[in-house]
């Protein structure tokens, strides 16, 4: 057994905050994986890198995933794929698609990996209706420090799935993943868009929706006084054969225009004044546009993966993302304390989400019944300080904050069950470490 030799390299999310000097370890098949879990005495698994923070960091030895990337078997008959955790959902579309299948729970990036996606028990825009991605895994197979693998389903190590399916790759490292696709007749998403003057009515468009396949809208964090929280809604069905236009293709669509943002700006391009502006426009322009549209499903799930490097138009310090979520009870309240705790903070995130989520199906999960809003901001002490009073709301309305997107609070919202999985990890003597789990003492 050989242990592929590791690299010194720059380490980091998608945020670029925090970045760390760590080693890098690029794991090709089990053999060489199990031969790298069995000589680190502690580290983490490391999936395409689109958590925000530091969930995939660990100053001693960071596992690259993408190596095992196979697809491992596909039953047209009840739609399970089985395929290896670094394997990328492009390359999953890539594939699927064309043959009238789609993954049930898709985030809004389609640079993830299958590990990723269970670890983070990721969600949709159909959360509110079909539940996280964990959901649909059938089984899993995890490997331990040493070495061996569990095989990991509903009925065999029940508490082990359970524990992964959100866990952050602190159970163990997922090398295969069973999961259920859906299937689709069409590679076409029939959108109809609505707009709100106001945080209320936003939330009210998403309630009535609740009964659409997809949904997900904009918020204006720029907007203040009656318009707060005003925004656009996003629905989406799959569309059927006959709503296409005569002689579209109903599964391939057509090649997507893409640009690259070459270099990192010296300077934030997307807050303040861009951000301000982007935000100014784009409410009233989708007030004018067409109501109900067909688009692919690439520029509807994913259309921010057209601009390769994006997010480094957040300039040289990187940006954070504060994603939270809140029990139905409490959602209205707390959503609207957020946004007006960042107006009067004098910040305002470019882009913001808000969604309606229905309950995770891991221990960890970061999904519950109730809304979820996710805010970017440049990494700064201005933004951590806002950060802090936002952490307070959340723990005052018995929410959490997104694992996955978080890279510095210093306490974990009681709204997880923390000791539970605390207890877990002590429990099987766990190694798996990461900064994120370092920081919030997991
Ligand atoms: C533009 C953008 C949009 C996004 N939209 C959404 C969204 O709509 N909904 C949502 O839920 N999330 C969303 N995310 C977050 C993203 O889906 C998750 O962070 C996901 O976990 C990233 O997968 P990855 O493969 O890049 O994992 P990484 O970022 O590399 O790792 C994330 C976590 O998974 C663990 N992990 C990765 N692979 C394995 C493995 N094989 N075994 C064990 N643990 C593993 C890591 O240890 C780490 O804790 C978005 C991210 C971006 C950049």
């Known amino acids: ?7 010194r390299t720059k380490l980091c999310g998608f945020g670029r905050y925090p970045t760390i000097t760590g080693r890098l370890v690029a794991a090709r ?8 879990l069995q ?6 698994a490391r999936g395409n890198g689109r958590s925000y923070g530091d969930a995939a960091l660990n100053a001693d030895c960071v596992v690259s995933m993408l190596g095992l990337n196979r697809f491992v078997d596909f039953d047209a008959a009840t739609g399970v794929l089985v395929c290896e955790a670094g394997i990328l959902l492009a390359e999953i ?8 299948w789609f993954p049930p729970v898709s985030p809004g990036t389609q640079y993830v990996t299958v590990g990723g996606m269970v670890a983070a028990d990721v969600h949709g825009k159909n959360a509110h209706r079909d539940g996280t991605f964990g959901q649909y895994v059938e089984w899993l197979e995890l490997m331990q420090q040493d070495g061996t693998i569990k095989r990991c389903s509903r009925t065999r190590y029940p508490a082990w799935l359970h524990a992964t399916i959100g866990g952050m790759g602190l159970t163990g490292v997922i090398v295969t993943v069973a999961f259920r696709m859906i299937a689709i007749r069409t590679a076409w998403i029939h959108r109809e868009l609505y707009t709100a003057v106001g945080l209320g009515a936003a939330m009210e468009l998403l309630d009535r929706h609740a009964g659409r396949h997809y949904t997900a809208a904009w918020v204006d964090c720029h907007a203040r006084g009656k318009a707060l929280g005003r ?16 002689g579209t293709a109903a599964l391939h669509i057509p090649q997507r225009w893409t640009a690259t943002v070459p270099l990192t700006p010296p300077c934030s391009l997307l807050s303040g004044f861009c951000g301000r502006l982007f935000n100014e426009l784009y409410y009233p322009l989708n007030r004018l546009k067409v109501r109900q549209q067909l688009v692919d499903y690439q520029r509807f799930f994913y259309p921010l993966d057209a601009i390769t490097g994006w997010h480094r138009l957040y300039g040289p310090r990187g940006f954070c993302q504060y994603q939270c979520v809140f029990p139905d009870a409490t959602s209205h309240r707390g959503v609207r304390a957020v946004l007006q705790a960042q107006a ?5 995130s470019p882009l913001a989400v808000l969604k309606r989520l229905s309950a995770g199906s891991g221990l960890m999960s970061f999904a519950m019944p109730g809304y979820t809003l996710a805010m970017d901001y440049v990494a700064s002490e201005s933004t951590f300080t806002l950060f802090r009073s936002l952490d307070a709301i959340v723990a005052e309305h018995g929410g959490r904050i997104y694992l996955a997107k978080d890279s510095r609070a210093d306490e974990i919202a009681a709204g997880y069950p923390v000791e539970q999985f605390r207890h877990f990890r002590k429990a099987v003597d766990m190694r ?6 370092e920081r919030l003492r997991l």
């Open 1 to 7: 057994m050989s242990i592929p030799p590791g690299t």
């Open 344 to 348: 009067a903070s004098g910040q305002a």
């Open 93 to 100: 579309l890539q594939v699927m698609v064309p043959r009238g």
């Open 29 to 36: 098949d089990r053999a060489e994986l199990s031969a790298v």
């Open 39 to 44: 000589a680190e005495p502690s580290l983490i």
């Open 231 to 246: 925004a656009v809604l996003f629905c989406g069905e799959h569309a059927e054969v006959a709503a296409l236009p005569p």
């Open 432 to 437: 798996f470490n990461s900064l994120l789990a």
